[in-house]
């Protein structure tokens, strides 16, 4: 959820500028995720916003044009470098001659003036708030900017066209003169001397009564990604001179950013660049003097307290959140793996502990958890979770009286919101809104504004209003503008106007055209806005509603260097400005400035051209300046809510203007103009001094009253109100406290004064009716027999709305008795949504019932494995019901809920699981073609639960799936042949490859080695593969065999041995018997060479291994024939002889002392060639207790090798500990 204000808040850290002569908006949002939950415009949280100033982007100087986007980059060398500076063109009555440039924007091309505006994200403001939200990523407060994010923000506009020229009213002197003579303001220039190179600046001017301004110049390398150089400004006359500090902070320091504390600006705080060091300044004078403490981590945003001036919260670029109680000076630890910017000071009145923190904590696992717990005490001990289940990552949002998280549960959201800290409850939006996006809009007056995304919206969302607690959503207005912003945020174009509740500014979109609508019932009715009568040369301007009519751009400024497309502040109640347009639609070009001085219902055409017109003296007057490339020395200053305007010179030299601060300084009416007077020159800093337009304070009759209407009704959100302002061309001074409300009485309830309640919609003006899906005699699930509840009329009276009397009896909801309803709609689910839990583990059930008595409804949770719990109601439970699986495999979870009056139950079927680790797919080494060979996998752990195998065999692109361990597969072409294998199990894959020789024939031999080879056996697979290929090539090299028709494989396990095998050559001939018998020779030849110990090898320097046949296992020449031969038998006979020879070895072990060596090592090593594991019915599982005991292993080692048409089993592994998953 993003929460952002149009009004800088006690705290703004000192704000980035750059040398460009353009203005950048940029964003300030506490941003959102999957929901988003996005402030997008409206009311911020007034504690947060005050705590978590924003970061405001850099703008980037011509110096530097080369290194911008290359689109940016065009336009501005073309505006700002290919014109020579020159005095500010005079605007002319029509705005005809006074155009300046090309309308670049027209065309396609991004323009200077555009990118000056910005496309920034709208934001709900405190009242003036434009709606803007972030994804992915919640407040940008006080982060560190990225410069160059920060160069695509300021090309955000590029496709605006300049400006077409300005119709202006120059009035005489006021005191005498000739008329050409031109009216000045006092000002005085200073240059920020040796810092004509640096492209950013930060500038923070206390106000409240404070003389002091500081400045922070920066050099911003884009190729280090890094500051380089920086000098530090400071002021104690409101700019008139300044002082350069870089000897009391350091000569050699960086600095990177500049920060305020908001409780006690005489604070201040100064981080390093961390690409140099990492450390912390601080100041307690205004930033007279400085400490410097060194951190152990690196500053990526901080938070301060809203109430306490030295807490404050920082989030490092490892993601830990680090805590201070001295502003700084020491830091402690908080916890690790915290979500970015998903961080919350307390709120006052809400929060039992000043101290306490919301955070979003991320598990290993991947999933979210929301924490909370004090900065001094948050070990794990003293941590508690206000909702048990997960969250999604990046969801928590903190704001106000209210708290919300997403759950997201087999792909589909629900959202959950916190009243109070009262416990958690999901959000009820209609039934079939079906969300896929949301953001929180604002949570002011005791309600949340939403926007929310449905599943048949792309660039559109919907608006909807919710009760006080937040829970019972209703529709406002469908269709809103949406777009995204270079940052990745969602711009929605909803605007709250400021100083009056309840009106709200949104631009529509309608058959492909974007249309503005205004309300003033918070969203009850809309209308479109009603064009001026007149143009600025007074001339009538036919536009008919509903063909035409006035379209507004409602995108604010967060950067206080800029005013902003849209603007109006508290103090200036009525008082609204924006750029916009006449026309069938919102449009880009032909756009001019507009003022409406009574809420909204009539406006004014103030400039033709694009301005930038800010509040001064508390909304008394307005100044405006030009929105040009080209340098200026002119700006105008309005007394009467824009009728008139008289032009002020405030420099005598024309100013290229980054930026103007006025709003700060509303208290000694000063204004702070941040330029250039050419390309390449210093910093300018021009202080404005307005005090000597304004002749006298205001008295009492200097004031006037106005009605606040809405088309002629008086009563608007159930109350009459009158206010004063001060009479047009009076020139006084008004104060802070002198515009407000004189008159406010409530109204008699009418239909406008109601909205429809959750679960009707409106048909026609007034009528509410029952959604199709809605049952309104269904009570809630919390009515228990006996009890009374409230019966909606299927009407609400609007939030904040104060009308009396009236229909407000005939609309409030009736109390009734809660009739006893049997359960129904009874669900069992799992807090994460998944239908797979891990043995050994908490499985968390949730049940839900859609009707029914949740106080007199018994509860029973059969967890199918023989356990089973029992509840007199829902109470306990609404946490969840925990339960430990001893064993694996698949339950069925049974959920039953019974009262008088009936009963219902549901069903979940759950799949209980070991992690699984590892498997080994086990295949022969080779085999016949067209022959059936058996594949199977081991997997480790044993399983019990349900697998699931994946089977690719050579090149085919789609798989045999089983739920067997094993399979059987028959080759039909020679060759080598790969076979994977891939087990799910739960959210865990893991898979295992081999290959396999496919001959029509070949013959095999076991090989045994001298005994030193065991003492040098690590039995592992790598070192298997190498001793065979080692034995391969010193009997290629003995005998000279073609190296193609020989293949070794060393067997796991001890003593070590291994299988040879003769394969036929590669181009087979048709004479397939003379290809047999030449096999046969060559069988003789490799066997003569072996019996004569002329096959050995050097395994190292001193080790000498001699390899032998392993007497009586010779294996008969295998082939596709359907005979048996007789070396068939004698290979059978042969295995039985070795069976008796192991077990006479096995019962007199320990008189042949090698033996039981080989019996110890194998003891520590549990042999990796267990039988397959099958998932049948039919077939055993294996657990620990039936493995092979090592005595015992080489007697079943040695059945596996008998060949009747595959050979042994290749390259199994070996594990030295298997993990028990039967015992918990």
Not at 424 to 446: A, R
Not at 788 to 797: D, E, I, M, Q
Request: aromatic fraction near 10%.
């Amino acid at each position: 959820m993003e929460a952002a204000r149009t009004e800088r808040p006690a705290g703004w850290p000192g704000a980035l500028l750059a040398r460009t002569g353009l203005l950048l908006l940029s964003t300030w949002v506490l941003a959102g995720a999957e929901i988003t939950w996005g402030a997008t415009g409206g009311p911020g949280r007034p504690a947060a916003a005050a705590s978590r100033p924003p970061v405001l982007l850099p703008l980037f100087p011509r110096a530097v044009v080369s290194q911008w986007p290359e689109e940016l980059a065009t336009a501005r060398r073309g505006a700002a470098l290919g014109r020579r500076p020159g005095p500010e063109p005079l605007p002319q009555p029509g705005g005809g001659s006074g155009s300046v440039g090309t309308k670049q924007g027209e065309a396609g091309g991004p323009s200077p003036a555009g990118a000056r505006w910005g496309q920034g994200t709208p934001v709900p403001g405190k009242p003036g708030g434009a709606r803007r939200s972030r994804r992915a990523q919640p407040s940008r407060a006080l982060e560190r900017g990225d410069a160059r994010a920060t160069a695509l923000a300021d090309g955000s506009r590029g496709s605006r066209p300049l400006a077409k020229g300005l119709r202006e009213e120059v009035k005489a002197p006021r005191a005498g003169g000739a008329a050409a003579e031109e009216l000045r303001l006092p000002s005085t220039s200073f240059a920020l001397t040796g810092d004509s190179a640096h492209n950013q600046a930060m500038v923070h001017w206390s106000g409240h009564n404070s003389s002091v301004i500081l400045i922070l110049t920066k050099l911003y390398d884009f190729n280090l990604g890094s500051v380089t150089e920086s000098s530090l400004w400071r002021s104690t006359d409101y700019g008139t001179t300044y002082e350069k500090l870089n000897d009391k902070v350091g000569l050699k320091t960086v600095l990177s950013y500049l920060y305020v504390n908001p409780t006690n600006k005489r604070k201040i705080m100064l981080l390093s660049d961390p690409e140099m060091e990492s450390s912390i300044l601080i100041s307690s004078d205004e930033g007279a003097t400085y400490q410097k403490y060194r951190l152990t981590f690196y500053i990526q945003s901080l938070l301060f307290h809203p109430k306490q001036e030295d807490w404050v919260l920082a989030y490092s670029l490892d993601q830990k959140l680090y805590s201070s109680m001295d502003f700084g000076r020491r830091w402690q630890l908080m916890h690790e793996r915290i979500t970015p910017n998903r961080f919350y000071w307390s709120v006052a009145g809400l929060d039992k502990e000043a101290d306490l923190v919301h955070m979003e904590v991320r598990t290993a696992d991947g999933y979210a958890h929301y924490l909370t717990c004090r900065i001094q005490e948050c070990a794990e001990t003293t941590r508690s979770g206000p909702f048990a289940r997960s969250i999604d990552i990046s969801s928590l949002v903190v704001q106000d009286e209210y708290i919300f998280i997403q759950v997201t549960t087999g792909g589909r959201a629900s959202y959950y919101v916190s009243y109070r800290r009262e416990a958690f409850t999901q959000i009820k939006l209609p039934k079939y809104s079906l969300p896929k996006d949301m953001h929180i809009i604002s949570t002011d007056e005791n309600q949340v504004f939403a926007a929310v995304q449905e599943w048949n919206q792309n660039d559109t969302y919907n608006l909807y209003i919710s009760d006080t607690r937040g829970i019972y959503f209703t529709l406002a207005m469908e269709n809103i503008k949406s777009s995204r912003g270079l940052m990745g945020n969602i711009i929605i174009e909803l605007y709250e106007v400021a100083g009056i509740k309840g009106i709200f500014l949104a631009n529509k979109k309608v058959d492909d055209q974007v249309k503005t609508y205004i309300t003033y019932n918070k969203g009850r009715d809309w209308r479109l806005l009603q064009a001026p009568d007149v143009d600025l040369r007074g001339s009538p301007v036919h536009c008919l509603l509903p063909f035409c009519s006035l379209h507004l751009h409602l995108q604010i400024s967060e950067n206080p260097y800029s005013s902003g497309r849209i603007s109006s502040k508290e103090t200036a109640p009525g008082l609204v400005v924006a750029t916009g347009n006449i026309g069938p639609e919102l449009s880009y070009t032909d756009i001019g400035v507009f003022i409406s001085s009574d809420g909204g219902n009539t406006w004014r055409q103030i400039f033709d051209e694009e301005y930038n017109v800010w509040f001064l003296d508390w909304g008394g007057a307005l100044v405006a300046m030009k929105h040009t490339p080209l340098p200026v020395r002119h700006l105008w200053v309005s007394f009467d809510e824009g009728h008139s305007w008289d032009k002020y010179g405030f420099t005598s030299v024309p100013l290229f203007v980054d930026g103007a601060l006025v709003e700060a300084g509303v208290e000694t009416q000063i204004m702070t103009v941040f330029g250039h007077f050419s390309l390449r020159s210093e910093w300018q800093l021009v202080k404005v001094d307005y005090k000597s337009i304004f002749s006298r304070r205001c008295t009492r009759e200097d004031y006037q009253t106005w009605h606040l209407l809405n088309q002629g009704e008086p009563c608007v959100m159930g109350e009459r109100k009158i206010f004063k302002k001060r009479k047009p061309g009076a020139q006084c001074a008004l104060g802070r406290d002198s515009s407000g409300t004189v008159v406010s009485e409530p109204c008699v309830c009418a239909d406008w004064d109601f909205e429809c309640d959750y679960g009707y919609e409106r048909h026609g003006e007034s009528q509410c009716v029952p959604a199709f899906w809605y049952n309104p005699a269904s009570p809630s699930k919390d009515c228990s027999l006996g009890q009374s509840y409230l019966n909606s009329t299927g009407y609400r009276r609007i939030v904040s709305n104060n009308c009396t009397d009236g229909l407000r009896e005939k609309y409030t909801a009736k109390a009734q008795m809660c009739p006893g309803k049997a359960p129904r709609g009874l669900h069992v689910v799992t807090t994460d949504g998944r239908l797979v839990a891990e043995q050994g583990h908490n499985a968390t059930f949730i049940i839900l019932m859609e009707e029914g008595d949740l106080q007199r409804t018994n509860i029973q949770l059969d967890f199918g494995d023989g356990i089973a719990v029992s509840y007199a109601n829902f109470s306990p439970i609404e946490d969840g019901i925990k339960h430990v699986y001893k064993s694996a495999g698949i339950f069925q979870v049974m959920a039953y809920a019974e009262n008088n009056l009936g009963s219902d139950t549901a069903v979940l079927f759950l799949h209980v699981v070991c992690p699984v680790e590892h498997v080994h797919l086990r295949v022969p080494f080779v085999a016949i073609r067209n022959k059936e060979v058996n594949i199977s996998a081991v997997v480790w752990p044993s399983q019990l639960g349900t697998l699931t195998y994946f089977w690719w065999f050579g090149n085919s692109t789609k798989p045999l799936i089983t739920l067997d361990s094993s399979i059987s597969f028959t080759f039909l072409a020679e060759g080598t042949n790969t076979i994977t294998v891939q087990v799910a199990a739960g959210n865990a894959l893991i898979q295992d490859t081999k290959d396999i020789a496919v001959h029509e024939y070949f013959q095999s031999q076991l090989l045994s080695f001298s005994p030193n080879l065991d003492y040098h056996n690590p039995d592992i697979p790598e070192w298997r593969q190498d001793i065979g290929s080692v034995i391969k090539r010193a009997l290629v090299k003995v005998t000279g065999v073609p190296e193609d028709q020989i293949l070794v494989a060393v067997f796991p396990g001890l003593p070590t041995s291994a299988e040879l095998f003769i394969l036929p050559p590669k181009n087979l001939t048709e004479r397939r018997k003379g290809n047999e018998e030449d096999l046969e020779q060559i069988v003789e030849m490799l066997f003569n060479a072996l019996n004569q110990n002329l096959v050995q090898f050097e395994l190292k320097p001193g080790v000498q291994v001699i390899v032998f046949v392993t007497q009586l296992t010779l294996a008969p020449l295998v082939d596709s024939s359907a005979g048996h031969s007789s070396s068939a038998m004698l290979m059978l006979l042969s295995v039985v002889f070795v069976g008796l020879a192991v077990f006479l070895i096995y019962k007199f072990k320990r008189k042949i002392p090698w033996i039981n060596i080989y019996a110890q090592v194998q003891h520590d090593k549990e042999q990796e060639m267990i039988g397959s594991v099958s998932q049948s019915e039919n077939t055993p599982k294996i657990t620990l207790s039936d493995f092979t005991e090592p005595e015992e292993l080489l007697d079943k080692e040695l059945d596996t090798r008998v060949i009747g048409g595959i050979a042994t089993i290749a390259n199994s592994e070996s594990t030295k500990e298997i993990p028990n998953c039967t015992s918990v």
